[in-house]
């Protein structure tokens, strides 16, 4: 049964008229009255930077923060691939329908159909968007918008931007962003963090930050809050992520009553390049695209040490062209690297550690020349050939998974609402359209339709519907906020024990990774669930911090993120355990088909795990949000 | 291999600062640079050591965001052409090796601590221009406007600047030519820039002067360090444009 406090608000009427219909009966806000509301956007990515400028175009007062030194810094920065959209530019039969069912069906049918159309509908306008703010996308020779095919769509609707689309989508908010501040509709803070949500009777009322150079506490009070403070892979402690992107956000928020959605929903990506030695501190992609051109394999025997180029090919196992005829080496992200994992436990792994597999160009050199490629990957060729000193032209590269997004987040509504009034949540921070597994080039498309086109109209209803009180910084929920924070630095600072934020952090990572990663089974995550408060405990005894309270610490930021990883991994594993199925990115051994593939449970498990926090320790509640489908039949993901 | 580091101490911006020197020994040279560092931040702070850990900003690490950036043996981004600090490796040193590391300098990028420097300056040059005055939803269809390949690639080259600040590191003059350049390339390559092709030039080299940058003198330093390959070609076309937008006709 659905969960009374779940109200998704999803429209009725058909799935294509919904969102028109929706927009027509959101309320508006006059505009002459909309700069006397303040919104507060936490993060400056995609979603942060977009909506931020969206909302000041329209007349709103605008606060944005961010953790970086300057709001370009955010980590959507990094996405290479592109961002899809159903133009249908190069008449392969798109449609927004079937952006719609792709997505869906990638998302192992966990995720909402009305929010997922919604943002197929909206994929168009982005890239209009984005080329109206003069966002330099790859062009064919007549001048129009060059597509390519990208993580296993069989057509062409990705656009992008040589392997750095999500820089100049960024770039492209970030200069929207820019020309507010500049106007002076937007105050723009950097090297601020959130730290609390400030609620009036149950209304999310403020913020409030921790300014980096000073250490202080600041209050920032508004009408409506917009986190859009991204994912949080860096749980595990090696991602790919940038090394600050954290959840605290989105976890203090949660202790505050938000409800946290999925949080188990973790995406591998298949094509990194492999672990060196202990001391890494982050992982790098390879663009999927590379698996366009190249055959992944290893050797046939465990074990088997020689030079690649040395093993005939009598000898390779290429194991996803044999397991999957039809896809090959372009199977979905989670199905690539769960295979990746299955050849290495079985010893035939590759690399100094027998956890990396070959992605092999020599066919596609030989068959294309060396140019083709170059062209092609050049600048992803010489990436690699910076970070391993080895030339992929010559010797096949080495892969192996790692974690790369998170579709789990703070659940929303359809209007991008938390179950807390005023607390919209934008991005990768909600759990909202990617279901289990997200495709390729949809993450710089959900940011951007949630900032640019959602979040204005959904925000501007709830301002013109909610009645507000008077809400002052120097009020008592404030103060208290204030003083659980300062108390919170100070026990931080005050432990004097012996060992680094990062000593702690990487050992729950690794702990994570071996027990809620690629694959989990029920005696690993009782494992895990044990252990994790004794790391805690360990961090609250024997932490130690340099430094002072009240000046520029990075030590202490690092500490204070930390400390909300070793608290929220518990419920990746209470989520990760609950969820008696394999669905996308979780892979329940317990639960799977001869074959080794995902056996999902629509009949019992065909829910958003929507998680309410208890006292630290606590199990928390579980509220299920059923998830009906009505448009698609939901049929088991498959790619021989 | 064993290195040793003289590396720049500065608690703070009103601190006079000092080159502090640590031994490091067994690192990795297929460790980064930045990794480097965080094997000394962790030996400083397990040892309690009175300096702390040393200061320096770093988000990406795959040399995309451009947060990070320090001069390596007064070189910006150290020795590698094309290469953000944070894609450096430590098997471009050799063994017994001394390495200088020091912040990024100039006026205009005070310092906040040790090797991290305040560059918001480069945020408010693109404040006063450095965009489309487009508003959401006021767009046309992204195939409406035709833009040449070349044009477009040639846009991308500027595009992507990463706003590190290693072109002002690198110039005696502190100028921020390049990095507003690369901005005024990348839009007035483009039809959609066009409309603000003159007025953008003309209002971001005011904020570059504004913000106590100093002028251009053509020496090059930029582009030598540029970790994106941004040309001198672009401080040419800035220079055009802003000459151009001077004495243009004005009912064009």
Redesign the interface.
């Known amino acids: 049964m659905t969960n009374k406090k779940l109200q998704s608000s999803i429209p009725e009427g058909k799935i294509e008229n919904k969102w028109d219909k929706h927009k027509f009966n959101l309320k508006l806000v006059n505009p002459s009255n909309r700069r006397k509301y303040d919104v507060m956007v936490v993060g400056s990515g995609l979603a942060g930077a977009?909506a931020a400028?969206?909302l000041a175009?329209m007349g709103y007062n605008v606060t944005c923060i961010c953790y970086?030194?300057?709001?370009?810094?955010?980590?959507s920065?990094?996405a290479q691939g592109g961002i899809n959209a159903t133009?249908n530019?190069h008449n392969d039969g798109d449609s927004i329908y079937r952006l719609f069912y792709d997505t869906i069906k990638g998302g192992d049918y966990r995720s909402r159909e009305a929010n997922v159309y919604r943002l197929a509908q909206l994929s168009?306008?982005i890239?209009?968007?984005?080329?109206?703010?003069?966002?330099?996308?790859?062009?064919?020779?007549?001048?129009?918008?060059a597509n390519r095919s990208f993580g296993g769509a069989q057509l062409s609707r990705t656009f992008y931007?040589?392997g750095?689309t999500?820089?100049?989508l960024l770039?492209g908010a970030?200069?929207?962003l820019?020309?507010q501040?500049?106007l002076g509709k937007v105050k723009?803070l950097?090297r601020r963090e959130f730290v609390d949500l400030v609620l009036v009777d149950g209304v999310a009322r403020g913020v409030l930050c921790r300014n980096h150079?000073t250490g202080k506490i600041e209050r920032h009070s508004a009408h409506a809050i917009c986190l859009a403070t991204g994912g949080y892979s860096p749980v595990f402690y090696l991602s790919t992520s940038?090394?600050?992107c954290n959840v605290t956000a989105a976890y203090r928020s949660y202790k505050r009553g938000a409800f946290f959605a999925n949080p188990s929903f973790t995406q591998i990506h298949p094509t990194c390049i492999p672990l060196?030695?202990n001391?890494?501190?982050?992982l790098?992609?390879m663009s999927e695209s590379l698996r366009n051109d190249a055959r992944v394999w290893v050797p046939k025997q465990a074990g088997d040490k020689r030079d690649p180029v040395e093993i005939v090919e009598d000898e390779r196992d290429y194991f996803l062209e044999r397991k999957y005829p039809s896809f090959g080496n372009l199977v979905p992200r989670d199905v690539a690297s769960r295979n990746a994992k299955m050849v290495c436990d079985e010893g035939r792994g590759v690399g100094e550690n027998g956890l990396a597999v070959y992605m092999d160009f020599s066919d596609a050199i030989n068959r294309l020349g060396r140019k083709a490629i170059e062209e092609r990957y050049g600048n992803l060729f010489d990436?690699y050939q910076?970070?391993t000193?080895e030339n992929p032209y010559q010797t096949p590269m080495k892969i192996s998974p790692a974690v790369h997004y998170t579709m789990g987040g703070l659940w929303v509504d359809y209007n991008l609402m938390s179950n807390i009034p005023g607390l919209f949540v934008l991005g990768e921070a909600n759990f909202s359209d990617h279901g289990a597994n997200r495709l390729g080039a949809s993450a710089l498309m959900q940011g951007l339709a949630d900032g640019?086109?959602i979040a204005?109209y959904a925000l501007g209803n709830y301002l013109a519907t909610q009645e507000f009180s008077q809400v002052s910084t120097e009020d008592e929920a404030f103060t208290k906020a204030n003083e659980s924070a300062d108390k919170f630095f100070e026990r931080l600072m005050g432990i004097k024990g012996?060992?680094?934020a990062?000593?702690f952090h990487k050992k729950l990572g690794t702990l994570l990774w071996d027990k809620c990663g690629m694959s989990r089974n029920a005696e690993g995550l009782r494992e895990a669930l044990a252990k994790i408060p004794e790391i805690r405990k360990e961090f609250w005894s024997d932490l130690?911090l340099?430094?002072d309270i009240d000046?520029?610490n990075?030590?202490l930021e690092h500490a204070s993120r930390v400390a909300d990883f070793l608290e929220f991994a518990e419920i990746m594993c209470h989520d990760a355990l609950n969820r008696e199925e394999s669905c996308g990115g979780h892979f329940r051994e317990e639960h799977q088909t001869e074959g080794a593939e995902a056996q999902r449970d629509d009949d019992n498990f065909s829910y958003v795990a929507a998680w309410q926090y208890q006292e630290l320790g606590e199990k928390p509640i579980l509220h299920k949000e059923e998830l009906e489908f009505t448009e698609v039949v939901r049929t088991r993901r498959q790619y021989k | 291999m064993d290195i040793v580091l003289k590396i720049w101490r500065q608690k703070s911006a009103t601190d006079k600062g000092a080159m502090q020197e640590y031994q490091l020994k067994d690192i990795s040279s297929d460790m980064s640079f930045l990794e480097m560092l965080d094997v000394l931040n962790e030996k400083l702070i397990v040892e309690k050591h009175p300096d702390g850990p040393v200061a320096f900003d770093s988000d990406c690490r795959e040399g995309i965001c451009g947060t990070c950036g320090v001069m390596i043996n007064g070189r910006a981004h150290g020795p590698l052409d094309k290469t953000t600090t944070c894609q450096l490796h430590m098997r471009s040193f050799k063994d017994k090796d001394t390495i200088y590391v020091e912040p990024f300098r100039a006026k205009s990028f005070s310092i906040i601590r040790d090797l991290t420097v305040d560059r918001s300056s480069f945020d408010k040059i693109i404040q006063r221009g450095g965009y489309v005055s487009v508003t959401t939803g006021g767009a046309c269809d992204a195939n409406s406007v035709l833009v040449s390949k070349e044009q477009a690639d040639q846009a991308m080259d500027n595009a992507a600047c990463i706003g590190c600040g290693a072109c002002v590191a690198s110039c005696k003059n502190a100028s921020a030519m390049l990095f507003t350049a690369a901005k005024v390339s990348h839009l007035g390559l483009l039809p959609q820039g066009q409309p603000e092709r003159f007025s953008r030039v003309d209002n971001m080299v005011k904020a570059m002067v504004d913000e106590g940058f100093g002028g251009c003198t053509n020496e090059g330093e930029c582009e030598a360090v540029c970790p994106k390959g941004i040309t001198l070609g672009s401080i040419a076309r800035l220079n055009r444009d802003f000459l151009y937008g001077k004495i243009k006709p004005r009912e064009l």
């Open positions: 977009s400028s969206s175009e970086q030194d300057s709001s370009r810094r955010a980590h920065i990094a133009k530019y168009g306008d890239i209009d968007q984005c080329v109206a703010q003069g966002v330099p996308f790859a062009r064919d020779y007549g001048g129009t918008l931007a040589r750095q999500g820089q100049q770039l970030y200069s929207a820019s020309r501040v500049g723009m950097t150079l940038a090394v600050g060196s030695g001391d890494q501190s982050k790098t992609l990436m910076h970070i000193n640019y086109f204005p012996n060992k680094s990062k000593y130690s340099p430094g000046e520029f990075p030590e």
